[in-house]
C-alpha cells in the first residue's frame, strides 16, 4: 500500500505545492477569507471530492465516502491568516508566494496554508491511489480561527457535519508541527480589567498602577521561551457621571486552570493594586465581541482558546505512529509550544466540547507562523501528503495485502 501511494505522491505533491504558492498568493486576513475559500471549492471539486459545500459560515467541506457509515476522520485547517502589519520589512511581498532556498515565503505559509494544501492533496492521493475506504474522509477548511473562539470550527460540528449526514471519529490538524505528531497545547483567555469611578484622577492613577503591575510580570516572562502576560495600554472613555479605563489582558492558561477562576484571581490582584487609590471599583471580564464572517453572517465570540491534550498513547496517535514508521516517515511526538500569546488551534472544541480524539500533523514552523518573512519548507508539504495519506488510510482504509498496484 506504502508503494502504491509513494510512487503516486511525486506527481501529486508537486501539484500540492504549486496550490500552496496559489494559496499564499491570495490574501485572506481573517473574517475576509472570501476569495481563499472560492479557490478551496473549485479545487476540491477540480479533484474528484463527492461532495464539496459550502456552509453559512464560510467554511469549505469536502467529503470522500468509504464502504460504510462510518468510521470518519476529520482533516481541518483555517483559511485565514493575521494580517500583515509594521511587525517589520518582508524581504519579498507577503502575498507573492516566491520559493527560494527550498522554502515557501509568504503570509499563511506555514499557519496554515501549505497544510491546507498537504490535507485536500492527500484525499487526491487516496483518490488517485485506488485505496478503497471503509469509512469516511471530510476535509474542512474553516474560517475565523486567529480570532480566538475557533468560530468556523464550531459551526462546522454544531451544523455542517451534521446536514453533511456524518459524524466525526478522529481529527487531524494541518496545524504546523515540522511533521511531528502533536497532541496539545496551553490555552489563553483575553480579558478586560475595568477601573471606574467619579474621580478622574483616581481612574487614571489606578489604570497607571494596574498598567505598571502588568508591565512588570510580563517583563519577568521575557526570560522564559513563551509569553504568560500581555497587556495593552489603558483605553479611557467617558461614561454619564463617571470615569472609566478599560486594560486588554492576555494570559496562558493551562489544562488545570478553570476560567472561573482565572477571572477571580486577576479580579483580586486588581483590587489589591487598586486598594489604595481613591474610590474606584474594577471589574474583570472575559473580552467578548461580535464578529461579522464574510458571508455576512454575524455571530458572537468569546475570546478563549482552551487548553488541551490528549493521552499520547491512545488509538489515534499509535495508529499514527505506526502507519507513518511503515510509510518510512519520521515519527516524533510532542506538543506546540505556543511561544506568543494569541495562537492556538481549534484541538480543544474539539476534544473538551465534542469528545473528538484530535492530533496535529502539518508542515509549517511555528516559530515562524504569524512572523515576518513566515515560511515552510518545500520538502515537508510534500511529506505530509504522503503522511497524511498514509494516516489517513490507516484509521478507515481497506487494510490491501499482496498488491503492488501494477494493474493501475
Not at 485572506?28 to 471539486?45: C, P, R
Request: a negative charge; one cysteine or more; charged letters at 25%.
Amino acid at each position: 500500500m506504502y508503494d502504491i501511494l509513494a510512487r503516486r505522491n511525486e506527481p501529486t505533491s508537486k501539484e500540492a505545492l504549486a496550490w500552496a504558492q496559489r494559496l499564499v498568493s491570495t490574501p485572506s486576513a481573517s473574517l475576509s477569507e472570501g476569495d481563499l475559500a472560492n479557490e478551496v471549492q473549485k479545487q476540491m471539486t477540480r479533484l474528484g471530492y463527492e461532495q464539496v459545500v459550502r456552509d453559512s459560515f464560510g467554511n469549505v467541506v469536502g467529503t470522500m465516502l468509504g464502504r460504510e457509515a462510518g468510521p470518519t476522520v476529520l482533516l481541518a485547517c483555517h483559511m485565514d491568516t493575521t494580517i500583515v502589519g509594521e511587525e517589520g520589512d518582508w524581504d519579498a511581498g507577503p502575498y507573492e508566494g516566491a520559493v527560494r532556498d527550498g522554502k515557501l515565503w509568504g503570509r499563511g505559509a506555514s499557519d496554515c496554508k501549505a497544510g491546507l494544501a498537504a490535507q485536500v492533496y492527500s484525499g487526491a492521493l487516496l483518490k488517485r491511489s485506488l485505496l478503497p475506504l471503509q469509512g469516511n474522509l471530510v476535509v474542512a477548511a474553516t474560517v475565523g480561527e486567529e480570532q480566538g473562539g475557533s468560530v468556523g470550527m464550531r459551526a462546522l460540528m454544531e451544523k455542517t457535519i451534521k446536514d453533511i449526514g456524518l459524524s466525526v471519529d478522529y481529527a487531524l490538524l494541518g496545524e504546523p508541527t515540522e511533521l511531528g505528531l502533536y497532541y496539545g497545547h496551553d490555552g489563553w483567555v483575553e480579558l478586560e480589567v475595568r477601573v471606574e469611578g467619579a474621580n478622574m484622577f483616581d481612574v487614571g492613577d489606578a489604570a497607571a498602577a494596574l498598567a505598571a503591575d502588568f508591565n512588570a510580570r510580563r517583563g519577568l516572562s521575557k526570560g522564559k521561551d513563551r509569553e504568560d502576560l500581555a497587556s495593552e495600554a489603558p483605553h479611557y472613555e467617558q461614561l454619564e457621571g463617571r470615569r472609566r479605563a478599560t486594560i486588554g489582558l492576555r494570559r496562558r492558561v493551562n489544562e488545570a486552570d478553570d476560567i472561573d477562576a482565572v477571572l477571580s484571581q486577576v479580579q483580586r490582584e486588581a483590587v489589591m493594586v487598586t486598594q489604595s487609590i481613591g474610590e474606584v471599583a474594577v471589574q474583570v471580564a472575559v473580552r467578548q465581541d461580535n464578529q461579522r464572517l464574510y458571508t455576512g453572517t454575524t455571530t458572537a465570540v468569546r475570546r478563549v482558546t482552551h487548553a488541551w491534550a490528549i493521552d499520547p498513547f491512545c488509538h489515534l496517535m499509535s495508529r499514527a505512529r505506526q502507519s507513518l514508521a511503515a510509510a518510512g516517515c519520521e515519527v516524533r511526538a510532542g506538543k506546540w509550544q505556543l511561544g506568543r500569546l494569541g495562537m492556538g488551534t481549534a484541538g480543544g472544541v474539539l476534544t473538551n466540547e465534542y469528545n473528538i480524539p484530535t492530533i496535529g500533523y502539518g508542515p509549517g514552523n511555528e516559530d515562524s507562523a504569524h512572523a515576518v518573512n513566515e515560511w515552510v519548507e518545500v520538502d515537508k508539504v510534500c511529506q505530509a501528503v504522503y503522511g497524511t495519506a498514509a494516516i489517513v488510510h490507516s484509521l478507515i482504509g481497506v487494510p490491501v495485502f499482496g498488491w503492488t498496484g501494477d494493474e493501475i
